[in-house]
């Protein structure tokens, strides 16, 4: 059993976005024990710790921060050197002059090593304690990427990036449909219940990637694994022109029906449900969004990218009317930001610059939950990770101030008693040197861990 003191920031509870703001916890002299399962026991003032607790060894993390790990609902591992792709242009053309020819490199098993081990390392360094990730083509390298995460003690859920058709470029990713099948189907039997902080999703990389029989024979493959926790996870309505595509490609009355069995207006099995997460969502439809609502499937909204590749914006109130749950997701490497308290930034101000009506300023436990709790409904992990709450996995940060430049000079001016302002400045204006300690299962990861050697 361990304690750790600090000044505990939090959304508790299981609100749904309207009703974040009541829900912000923040407690500055608080504590959490940490089991040795590494679940909270305690999360509260620390004047009141119950006395069969007081026993518990105590970290004091004064004048630090405790925050929940941060949950990055899309984040390519593949693309792990490709945050500075210079003269890509947008999506399509990005993809062709950039992002292939990087991917296609991990078909070298020292390339894919060496990205898995700075993939992880990143991740400890900025505190994404659980990660949504968008795999290789090539098995061996999600192999290596399953086996660094568990080695490192991240939470990760990732699969293998299904394409089956595509440009020349694309080329050393594609493989034929029985292959694309029988490859998510091995990576499920291998690594989906192999340890309780790895989980495998079906993931093709996008609707343009794989033709109308793959998709449907997706369907069919995600039929039979979804009462076993699998995910689904993809890109939707993007960009303007990969949508004209889709029309074009496929027989679909609009994106969304590609991956909820509409291909040609047929009605097959779908891939959309509870433990569905699309990335972007720029450009859906009021139809689109209802059914995404409808079906439980989730947005990952990823602002940095979307400024990156000059996709748009998710229209924030438009899509969270319909009751869509947003969460975000850092996109590295059309993100150019691991950190998502950077992401958090950028949803802020891209928010703020929707024109007219569309445009609001989002509160900051709004950002918050974004990043944390809304992270865990999407993956349906909310019941273990996300907040502070005693109940939950110790899965948290220790924010320290004191190592940046001016932040504990901007946090001073701010009254304690408000929680709302202190919180704008904490999570807008942290950035990774700040993050001094990282934990999952109340166990402590090191940045410095590296991959043993061959
Ligand atoms: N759509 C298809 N592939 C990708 C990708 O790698 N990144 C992004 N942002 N969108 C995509
Ligand atoms: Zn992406």
């Known amino acids: 059993m361990r304690a750790y003191r600090g000044h505990l920031l939090h959304i508790g509870g299981a609100p749904q976005l309207a009703q974040v703001s009541d829900h912000l916890v923040s407690v500055p002299d608080g504590v959490l024990v940490v089991d040795d399962d590494g679940v909270i026991v305690f999360s509260g003032e620390y004047a009141g710790l119950p006395v069969d607790l007081a026993g518990a060894d105590v970290t004091d993390c004064r004048p630090g921060y405790l925050l929940p790990g941060f949950i990055d609902t899309h984040i390519h591992f593949p693309q792990t050197y490709c945050t500075d792709s210079y003269g890509g242009g947008q999506l399509l053309d990005w993809l062709q002059r950039c992002i292939f020819p990087a991917e296609a490199r991990l078909a070298d098993a020292e390339v894919a090593r060496r990205t898995a081990r700075d993939f992880c390392r990143r991740r400890v360094e900025v505190g994404t304690t659980t990660a949504l990730v968008f795999g290789s083509a090539f098995p061996d390298a999600q192999d290596a990427l399953f086996t660094e995460s568990l080695r490192v003690g991240l939470r990760t859920i990732s699969g293998r990036g299904i394409q089956t058709v595509g440009p020349a470029a694309a080329g050393p990713l594609l493989t034929d449909e029985a292959a694309a099948i029988d490859l998510s189907a091995r990576e499920i039997d291998r690594w989906h219940t192999a ?61 969304l029906d590609a991956y909820d069995g509409r291909v040609g207006r047929a009605g097959g099995p779908t891939l959309l449900g509870p433990r569905s997460v699309l990335a972007h969502a720029v450009h859906c439809t009021d139809g689109e969004l209802a059914r995404l609502a409808e079906t439980g499937t989730s ?36 993100g150019d930001e691991w950190l998502m308290a950077r992401v958090a930034n950028d949803c802020f101000k891209v928010h703020i610059s ?39 996995q110790a899965d948290f940060l220790v924010i320290d101030p004191q190592r940046q430049p001016l932040l504990p000079e901007l946090l001073e001016r701010v009254d304690a008693e408000d929680t709302d302002r202190l919180l704008f400045t904490l999570l807008l204006g942290m950035r990774e040197a700040a993050i001094s300690e990282v934990f999952v299962q109340g166990r402590r990861l090191t940045a410095e861990a590296s991959m043993p050697t061959a």
């Not at 996008?206 to 979804?226: I, K, M, N, P």
């Not at 979307?306 to 009751?323: D, E, H, I, K, V």
Request: hydrophobic share 45%; proline share 5%.
């Open 195 to 255: 340890h309780p902080l790895l989980q495998v999703a079906v993931v093709p990389r996008f609707a343009l990637s794989v033709t109308a029989q793959t998709l449907a024979a997706l369907g069919e493959l995600y039929d039979s694994v979804r009462a076993a926790g699998v995910y689904f996870h993809s890109h939707l309505s993007e960009n303007l022109l990969e949508i004209d595509a889709v029309r074009g490609s496929l027989d679909v009355s609009c994106y």
């Open 299 to 334: 947005i990952s909204h990823c602002p940095t990218s979307q400024q990156f590749l000059g996709s748009g914006t998710m229209p924030w109130r438009r899509t969270t009317a319909n009751g869509v749950t947003v969460a975000l997701g850092s996109d590295v490497g059309a």
């Open 354 to 392: 929707e024109p007219g009506s569309a445009g609001l300023s989002i509160p900051p436990a709004q950002l918050l939950f974004t990043a944390t709790l809304a992270g865990a409904q999407a993956l349906d992990i909310e019941d273990r990770v996300g907040n502070l709450d005693a109940g939950k």
